[in-house]
Nanobody, 120 residues
Framework: VQLVESGGGLVQAGGSLRLSCEVSGRIFSAYAIGWFRQAPGKEREFVAAISWSGASTNYVDSVKGRFIASRDNAKNTVYLQMNSLKPEDTAVYYC??????????????WGQGTQVTVSS
């Protein structure tokens, strides 16, 4: 199993980024995928999750209305559209297999993550 995140970068507050998570090594379309983030000096936290079909999503309160998770099962890829970014969104973002409630289910498969930095 391999998960590769991309799409991070430096953006001003109020800007947008779209993260991608490409997954290989498992039947991608059968599993929910979650997005997580870890800011410096903090624990990794749940951000968003999307069901195997894409019909259901769940978000942490701090990103509701700003972030949108989606997936393309034909491309084995999950996306996280991040709008109205705030400095407190600065973190390394990771994807992983997860429950819709935000529990990662394959802790041996964390990727390198992608850095998102939001300047004020």
């Amino acid at each position: 199993v391999q998960l590769v995140e991309s799409g991070g970068g430096l953006v001003q507050a109020g800007g947008s980024l779209r993260l991608s998570c490409e997954v290989s090594g498992r039947i991608f379309s059968a599993y929910a995928i979650g997005w997580f983030r870890q800011a410096p000096g903090k624990e990794r936290e749940f951000v968003a999750a999307i069901s195997w079909s894409g019909a259901s999503t769940n978000y942490v309160d701090s990103v509701k209305g700003r972030f949108i998770a989606s997936r393309d099962n034909a491309k084995n890829t999950v996306y996280l559209q991040m709008n109205s970014l705030k400095p407190e969104d600065t973190a390394v973002y990771y994807c992983n297999y997860a429950t819709l409630t935000g529990i990662p289910t394959d802790i041996s498969s964390w990727g390198q993550g992608t850095q998102v930095t939001v300047s004020s």
